[in-house]
């Protein structure tokens, strides 16, 4: 993993940490992709969780999509519905 995007993970790890939602969303976004950390498909759908409870409308969406395609879990149509609602009625 290059050091560039290691260093990027870890600065979204401190602003995640701290209570930041878009921190929280670029950690989901990071473990999803395995970018400056190895993937991990159910700590991103954690992140994506934590900013979509939040209102994070993105969030909500990625989080929306991996319970719909039971990709970091196991498949929840229903949930998935309701966050990728959630995100698209704002505004």
């Avoid at 921190?23 to 999803?32: A, H, T, V």
């Avoid at 992709?33 to 934590?50: H, N, S």
């Avoid at 994070?56 to 519905?81: F, V």
């Amino acid at each position: 993993v290059p050091t560039d995007l290691k260093k990027a993970f870890a600065m979204f790890e401190v602003s995640a940490k701290s209570g930041d939602e878009f921190g929280e969303l670029w950690m989901g976004w990071c473990y999803e992709r395995g970018f400056g950390v190895e993937q991990d498909l159910e700590k991103a759908l954690f992140w994506y969780l934590k900013a979509a409870e939040r209102g994070l409308a993105r969030s909500q969406y990625y989080a929306g999509c991996l319970l719909i395609g039971g990709i970091a879990c196991e498949k929840n149509e229903e949930l998935g519905m309701m966050w990728i609602k959630k995100a698209a009625l704002q505004k």
